[in-house]
Structures are given as structure tokens and as C-alpha cells.
Nanobody, 117 residues
Framework: QVQLVESGGDLVQPGGSLRLSCTAS????????MGWYRQAPGKQRELVAQ???????NYADSVKGRFTISRDNAKNTVYLEMNSLNPEDTAVYYC???????????WGQGTQVTVSS
């Protein structure tokens, strides 16, 4: 049974930083790419960042230069370092097991990120 557990979401002021974590179980973590997605109220879920099993990364244009995705295979964990946050980054953030470069049906429960003064 695949489980993904996200953590690290919080209320942060504009310009602030957060680090999200997602720990996976039930898969051979090192053999899968992982992705972070987000969904803001009234909007569709969108890709934020991906990291392949070979550590290749891909980012949405809106977060390039501000967010960094990384992984620690020893801990079965993928991270999303978020800097220079702005109110448009407010959303529920989800991690996902990638099948190639596309999302699988395996999602975590999400973690809320709110950027507000």
C-alpha cells in the first residue's frame, strides 16, 4: 500500500521561506520520480516541480529560481524548498509518485501553505 505523507505547510509572510517534506512508503522510492503539485481555491491542480530518479529536475515557470526540489533516497523523502514566497503561492501542496513525467494516482493528503501579511 502506497502512502505519501506531506508536512511543513504553514502561514508565512510575503518574502518568507518554507520547506515542505513528503515521506513515501510502500514503494521502492529510489526507482520513481516524484513531483510536487499545488491547488489553490477555485483553481485546478498544477505541477510545481518534478525530480526524476536520476535527480533531473523540472519546474513550473512561476516558481523557477525560487523553489528547489530535492530528494533523499535513504529517507524515502522528497523536499520542496520555497523562497521569496508571494500570495499567489497560497495553495494546498501535494506530492505524487510520477510515472515517467506524468502523475500517478498516488497522492498525499496535502499540506496547506498560506502566504499573507
Amino acid at each position: 500500500q502506497v502512502q505519501l505523507v506531506e508536512s511543513g505547510g504553514d502561514l508565512v509572510q510575503p518574502g518568507g521561506s518554507l520547506r515542505l517534506s513528503c515521506t513515501a512508503s510502500g514503494i521502492i522510492f529510489s526507482t520513481y520520480g516524484m513531483g510536487w503539485y499545488r491547488q489553490a481555491p477555485g483553481k485546478q491542480r498544477e505541477l510545481v516541480a518534478q525530480i526524476s530518479r536520476g535527480y533531473r529536475t523540472n519546474y513550473a515557470d512561476s516558481v523557477k529560481g525560487r523553489f528547489t526540489i530535492s530528494r533523499d533516497n535513504a529517507k524515502n523523502t522528497v523536499y520542496l524548498e520555497m523562497n521569496s514566497l508571494n500570495p499567489e503561492d497560497t495553495a494546498v501542496y501535494y506530492c505524487n509518485v510520477q510515472i515517467g513525467s506524468t502523475p500517478s494516482n498516488y497522492w498525499g493528503q496535502g499540506t496547506q501553505v498560506t502566504v499573507s501579511s
